[in-house]
């Protein structure tokens, strides 16, 4: 473990210095406020970052004409760059499809709601081949309560500390209002294939003024998808325990949610929002069991409610707009429930549901965060950003450490009753400058450092600019040094696995299998992100194209080579840090309004490699390339048309299973041909009141099997819904 480079007060000292931004602006002598007052045109570091060629922004008015079936993943997945996978390139979990960019893997993505982080994966145990039971933390926030959101790809993404070295998706909430409004929005979505779960969903808000300072919005929202059918994958892959198929379809979820946000502007430059959110998500159980070994108990538990996920958000945001500049300063806790039923963590159940009752884990996060933003000019105009942030987590998860062993000593891992709390705290200083280099270009560099109390710090030096070539040629590039801490399950060294043999290294001699053992003293994951490109506006049409490239090291990995034998001739294993992975391609963008009122819009992703450098494996199994294309036609100003396409390239399959180092055969290799999904849709505004939207998804009815896991099934792990038809209808004062 390193030792730390300074300690915590130091770090609550540097939250304080930058979040009273607001009581030494008070004191700045007149002359420096006038001088600040003739610099306000040029944007902040951040607001630059959100015009890096690696952003994209989704609107409240997108997502209305193409709304998600469940999960906003739906919408984001149709950004460039972004696909959905399972969650580890092993293929299990296949149907836990989440937010991946640019290859880089689910775990690699950075959820924020309101530019909050949003960690309640992080309650869900994190198996041996990297896998979660988990859909991710993209539905929290029902569709209808979205106003934006922003995808923030590549370099730009280094800002965020840890976590967001593929990407950042940061989902932003409509605000309260200052008249009073409220709306009601009923949406189905009904599949053609009666094996196909359906979906229902309520959502209500209201919002408006308290007073001539304070207003509020209130919202909540009720979303029951019921689950696939156990038998949905019959003929496709192999029967399990009692004839019944060994893999499953995509379980249900039911989504209850409730937020609140009091917002009060104290004067012209102090504004204080207070929120507080509750959210409970329920599952409707399907039958995976992750290796797909199904039992008589995980069968008889179809249909019901396996795992309960609790979420509960408190927050306070100040946001002050000075002479000088602007500051912004915010605390929050987030506490998450996980309460499932247990699951097995040794051999072929393990992930499995096992007859031990219910458990629950608990996470818990505090976060304080500040910046301030101060323009001024030093030879050119420039905008300085100085912002500090504190973390600390905690998890508790009695199950996920009940792992025994009987034989010998493995570390200071004791043999059982182990302790199931861990835990651990970060800061992090980060100062940026955007700067006008020119009359024509921008220069944004700027340095992060983050400290963890368990793996000591690093910093993410970045440097992105922009240069405007012509009047409509705009060129771009990046470039930042991102990280990832180890998660609390790799770093704990109370947390146990046990594979009974067929899950180790097949190469070297078995004897009672092997244990998988945290490890305290692993290293971040880090990555060099690089991109370049251009972006040509006419005014009209304007298209964009961007080459990347993610340069990635010491990933963590369950070890294969193991560090020594227990008495009984187990072997022990120890998560460690990998070799070096690359991940490269091209991304591009075209807007083509080719009437008045008729748009145009289109978006590809090529992945020119993703793989890891030692043994030219996938990090994660996604397209060869994306291409998804929309037209909009708005008829008249109550009258719209949408039809649109995503098109999905070739998936290959991973050629070695890195668990038991063995060379994939047969169906192990099998791919995923190229595919497309066509949609079209209607809406009409009836008046400012009422307005509703029919569509129909999938219009070819094209259906993907899961047939298992990456090494009996290749690329073929995940369900692909067919055809299906929705309605939406929202009603408003």
């Known amino acids: 473990m390193r030792p730390p480079l300074f300690t915590l007060r130091y770090a609550s000292a540097a939250v304080f210095l930058v979040t009273s931004g607001a009581a030494f602006a008070q004191v700045l002598p007149p002359s420096a406020v006038q001088e600040m007052d003739t610099v306000q045109v040029l944007g902040t570091a951040e607001d630059e970052i959100k015009e890096s060629l690696g952003a994209s922004t989704i609107t409240a008015a997108e997502i209305e004409r193409r709304p998600p079936t469940n999960d906003l993943s739906d919408i984001i997945r149709r950004a460039p760059g972004v696909n959905l996978t399972g969650n580890s390139a092993s293929g299990a979990r296949g149907n836990n499809r989440q937010i991946d960019i640019r290859g880089m893997g689910p775990e690699n993505t950075l959820i924020l709601v309101d530019g909050k982080p949003v960690s309640s994966r992080n309650a869900v145990r994190y198996g041996w081949d990297g896998d979660r039971d988990t859909r991710g933390d993209t539905n929290w926030v029902p569709a209808e309560e979205v106003e934006r959101i922003e995808v923030i790809r590549g370099p730009a993404a280094a800002r965020y500390g840890s976590g967001a070295m593929g990407g950042v998706v940061n989902i932003i909430t409509k605000r309260p209002t200052d008249k ?22 309520v959502g209500i808000r209201l919002s408006g003024p308290l007073s001539d300072t304070v207003s509020f919005r209130l919202s909540g929202n009720y979303n029951k998808t019921n689950a696939d059918a156990r038998d949905i994958n019959a003929g496709r892959a192999d029967e399990g325990a009692n004839g ?32 507080f959110g509750y959210s409970r998500q329920g599952n409707d159980y399907a039958g995976d069991t992750m290796n797909n070994v199904n039992s008589a108990f995980s069968d008889s538990l179809y249909g019901t409610e396996t795992n309960r996920m609790y979420r509960e958000t408190l927050g306070l945001t100040h946001r002050g707009d000075y002479s000088w500049g602007t500051s912004r300063a915010s605390i929050g806790y987030d506490y998450t429930r996980n309460s499932r039923q247990q699951e097995g963590l040794a051999g072929g159940p ?24 101060v323009p001024f000019t030093l030879g050119v105009k420039q905008v300085a950003t100085v912002g500090a942030e504190y973390l600390r987590e905690s998890l508790d998860d009695p199950s996920g450490t009940r792992q025994t062993y009987g034989s010998g000593s493995i570390g200071n891992t004791g043999y059982a009753d182990r302790e199931s709390k861990t835990k651990q705290n970060s800061y992090a200083l980060f100062v940026e400058n955007n700067m006008e280099a020119g009359s024509r270009t921008i ?13 000591g710090s690093n910093w993410s030096p970045s440097l992105n600019s922009s240069f405007q070539a012509t009047d409509r040629l705009t060129l771009k590039g990046g470039i930042a040094r991102a990280y990832k801490a180890p998660n609390l399950y790799q770093s704990n060294p109370n947390y146990l696995l046990y594979s009974r043999g067929n899950g180790c290294l097949a190469s070297q001699t078995n004897s009672n299998g092997c244990y998988l053992v945290g490890n305290d003293d692993l290293r971040p994951e880090i990555s060099v992100n690089k991109e370049i490109g251009f ?34 001739g187990s072997r022990v294993l120890q998560w460690t840090n990998s070799g070096k992975a690359v991940v490269e391609g091209l991304e591009g963008n075209l807007f083509v309004p080719l009437t008045n ?3 145009w819009n289109t978006n590809f992703t090529y992945m020119l490699q993703s793989k890891n450098k030692d043994n030219g494996e996938p990090l994660s199994i996604i397209p060869k390339y994306t291409v998804n294309s929309t037209l909009d036609w708005f008829y008249t100003e109550q009258l719209s048309f949408q039809a649109n396409v995503t098109y999905f390239g070739k998936q290959e399959a991973p050629t070695l299973n890195l668990r038991t180092g063995n060379e994939s055969t047969g169906d192990g290799l099998q791919s995923v041909s190229p595919y497309a999904l066509l949609g079209l849709s209607t809406g009409y505004k009836v008046n400012k009141n009422l307005q509703f939207r029919v569509g129909v998804s999938n219009l ?18 995940y369900n692909e819904p067919g055809r299906a038809y929705y309605a939406t209808v929202t009603a408003s004062f």
């Open 180 to 201: 009073l409004s409220g709306s009601m929005t009923y949406y189905l979505n009904q599949p053609e294939n009666t094996d196909e779960g359906n979906t229902n969903r």
């Open 244 to 275: 019944v198929v060994s893999t499953s379809g995509r379980e249900g979820v039911t989504n209850k949610d409730f937020r609140s946000t009091f917002s009060w502007q104290a004067d012209a430059r102090n504004a204080l929002d207070f929120d």
């Open 350 to 373: 393990e992930g499995a549901p096992v007859d031990m009752g219910f458990s629950t884990a608990r996470l818990r996060n505090l976060r304080t965060a500040g910046e301030v933003n």
């Open 443 to 455: 220069l944004t560099p700027g340095v992060r450092l983050d400290h963890s109390d368990k793996f």
């Open 535 to 568: 972006e040509y506006d006419t005014g009209t049409w304007r298209t964009s194209a961007a080459y990347f490239r993610n340069d990635y090291k010491n990933k963590i990995v369950a070890g294969t080579d193991f560090l020594y034998r227990l008495p009984n």
């Open 597 to 599: 009122t008729l748009d």
């Open 700 to 717: 070819f009815d094209k259906k993907l099997y899961r047939e298992g896991g990456g090494s009996e099934a290749g690329a073929a792990t």
